[in-house]
């Protein structure tokens, strides 16, 4: 097999991308009399006749159960275009981008730029004082993001979030005492992002309502 690729297809683009999916490897392989079939974590596996698969997730979880038969395409855009706002919270080392999307559109957003220092290869004491200024620049930035999130989040209470950017940065905003109250929301898969600014936020918005897509070629 090779290596997977991965994509992101808006629900409106999905029923063609199918179409051209079955297209390009010789149509789709049935398996007991259906064209897809459910993976156990809840994703629809679509085959291709030259053995090429393409697993397809849904953006969230369902808000209904999974019909006896799985998910039929159709499922996955109905799931993808249900009328739930979701929170975005993007912070990499320089800068955050918060805000809200209703159906991949912001309804609300902030953006900033705080100054966090690089790594650096010194040693010794002024190794250490340095360590001790980029934790504090950092715990700054993330004070901020959140402060501007809860602000935004109880304007607009979200269903789920999208955090995105820095791993242990966003994780370090989300675990701020001010969104306490939004940490327990189901959280969407992480998003690989530059520095946030008001145009990547509004790609994050639309990319929250996604399909996300693993191909893997024969």
């Not at 994703?43 to 799985?70: F, I, Q």
């Not at 739930?84 to 805000?99: P, Q, S, T, W």
Request: glycine fraction near 12%; proline fraction near 7%; aromatic fraction near 6%.
């Amino acid at each position: 097999m090779g290596s997977p690729r991965h994509v992101l297809v808006s629900p409106e683009r999905l029923p063609g991308w199918v179409e051209r999916f079955s297209a390009g490897n010789g149509g789709l392989a049935s398996t007991i009399g259906h064209d897809a079939e459910v993976r156990s974590d809840g994703g629809l596996m679509l085959r291709g006749a030259n053995g090429c698969v393409a697993e397809l997730y849904p953006p969230w979880e369902s808000p209904s159960p999974v019909a006896p038969d799985g998910w039929a395409v159709q499922d996955l855009v109905s799931t993808a275009t249900s009328e739930l706002l979701v929170g975005l919270l993007l912070v990499r080392r320089g800068g955050y981008a918060v805000g809200v999307a209703d159906n991949g559109k912001l309804v609300a957003s902030k953006t900033g730029t705080k100054y966090v220092q690089s790594r650096t290869a010194a040693g010794g004491w002024s190794q250490q004082r340095f360590a001790r200024r980029r934790a504090n620049q950092a715990a700054g930035l993330a004070e901020a993001a959140a402060a501007h999130a809860a602000r935004l989040f109880g304007e607009h209470p979200p269903a789920c979030l999208q955090l995105g950017g820095d791993r242990p940065l966003a994780a370090e905003t989300l675990a701020n005492p001010a969104l306490r109250g939004y940490q327990a929301l189901p959280k969407l898969k992480f998003l690989v992002v530059p520095d946030p600014r008001l145009d990547i936020l509004k790609q994050a918005a639309i990319d929250s309502r996604s399909i996300r897509i693993t191909i893997i070629a024969p």
